[in-house]
């Protein structure tokens, strides 16, 4: 079955550091993935999409790559700030009318 | 631009009960999609509405079930309650149908069964 795992553990990050968070999917041919964040009480939002046949997105302070021959994206965070602290999750979605399917998300500390 | 309305934001029920939540999307977006958060399941898709029709539907029982209005409004509805349906409820809206598009999300119905 179709699998997407993000680190369950908290990450924990310097202010000032780059955080990267990792998703590793399986059994799954993705044509799309997107991050998005969450905070406590809250609805997700969304931050980056990036295709298949891309290899990097980047947005401000956010990038995202897209390793589909590892199956992995990896989703950085640069000069991280305290407000970046949220949990993050990564979602994929093949390019017919499939539902998103959410990992369960990474909880992002950044420590001032 | 408002963004979208989840109502309400927390619900009691008993087991046995019904329950109908509502979702508004932001105003042009005409696909509504409905999803499941729990602590040990994480986000689950439930279903997609587009045009007033289920596009797509999730691996949930028929207890649950939903629909959309003429104006992109939706439902959905939860039959003979379960403590397994306590959860956080979103609903999320998109221009399109597809997962092409960035989904936004409300802010959920938190819904407690006891």
């Known amino acids: 079955s179709q699998k997407i795992e993000q680190n369950s553990e908290a990450l924990n990050i310097q202010e000032g550091k780059t955080a990267t968070l990792t998703c590793n999917y399986t059994n799954y041919s993705p044509a799309y993935l997107q991050w998005y964040r969450q905070d406590p009480g809250r609805g997700p939002v969304f931050l980056l999409l990036i295709r298949e046949n891309e290899k990097e997105k980047r947005k401000e302070r956010l990038k995202v790559t897209f390793d589909t021959t590892l199956k992995q994206s990896l989703f950085h965070i640069t000069a991280s700030q305290p407000a970046d602290s949220a949990t993050y999750l990564c979602?994929?979605?093949?390019?017919?009318?499939?539902?998103?399917?959410f990992g369960k998300g990474t909880h992002l500390i950044i420590q001032p | 631009k408002a963004g979208v309305t989840q109502t309400p934001r927390y619900l009691i029920k008993t087991r046995g009960q019904q329950v109908t939540l509502s979702c508004s999307p932001i105003?042009?977006?005409?696909?509504v999609s409905w999803y499941q958060q729990t602590p040990g399941q994480g986000l689950q898709f439930l279903f997609e509405?587009?045009?007033?029709?289920?596009?797509n539907k999730g691996n949930f029982p028929g207890r649950f079930s939903g629909r959309q209005f003429s104006n992109s409004r939706s439902e959905m509805n939860v039959s003979t309650l379960e403590l397994g349906d306590s959860a956080l409820y979103l609903c999320?809206?998109?221009?399109?149908?597809?997962?092409?598009?960035?989904?936004?999300f409300g802010d959920g119905t938190r819904l407690s069964i006891l």
């Open positions: 999320a809206s998109s221009l399109e149908p597809g997962r092409r598009e960035p989904q936004h």
């Open positions: 509405y587009f045009s007033e029709t289920q596009r």
């Open positions: 979602a994929l979605s093949g390019g017919g009318a499939d539902g998103l399917t």
């Open positions: 105003s042009g977006h005409r696909s």
